[in-house]
């Protein structure tokens, strides 16, 4: 059992069709902290950086037009076993894969407009929450949700 960060983007399609509560709402009552959280429109610049590791694929040209087509909703979120806990609620790229329940298998018709990413490890979460916050300044650290208030009184 780790305490871990991830990066979280709510992508232009869950922007668009007003899913920012909904999404948001999972992850907060399932107990993890944000400690950070930005809409912003995505600049080439951090959209090549982001997705860098898909350069060459076939669907990289369209992964930039989308990512920079509406604003996203950058999140770095932290709890418990964060990076895989988060994938597990995010649920499979390809939404037909994805289990039920999950935010992908929910909301998201096809892998192109997945509404949502989350990064799939330690290092990416810190090189990912670094294309869009400034890490040192940005975070909201000094405070407690209630379920670290619950588990401090257990022991
Ligand atoms: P994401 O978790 O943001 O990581 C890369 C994104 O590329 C992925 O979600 C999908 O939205 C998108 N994508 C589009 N086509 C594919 C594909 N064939 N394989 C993997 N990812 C794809």
């Known amino acids: 059992m780790n305490i871990e960060r991830t990066f979280v983007a709510l992508k232009p399609d869950a922007v668009q069709r007003g899913l920012i509560g909904k999404i948001i709402t999972r992850f907060e009552e ?3 902290k944000i400690l950070a959280m930005k809409m912003l429109e995505v600049t080439p610049e951090q959209a090549a950086a982001h997705y860098a590791e898909h350069v060459g694929k076939p669907f990289y040209d369209g992964l930039i037009q989308f990512i920079t087509s509406a604003p996203i909703v950058a999140m770095v ?4 076993d964060a990076i895989e806990e988060i994938r597990h609620i995010v649920g499979a790229t390809n939404p037909d894969k994805a289990d039920v329940g999950s935010i992908r298998a929910d909301y998201s018709p096809l892998m192109k407009c997945n509404c949502i990413h989350a990064s799939d490890s330690v290092a990416s979460a810190e090189r990912e929450m670094r294309i869009y916050f400034d890490v040192e300044k940005e975070l909201c650290t000094n405070w407690k949700t209630m379920m670290e208030v ?3 009184g257990l022991q």
């Open 30 to 32: 399932k107990g993890f």
């Open 150 to 152: 619950v588990l401090d």
């Open 77 to 80: 979120v932290e709890g418990i």
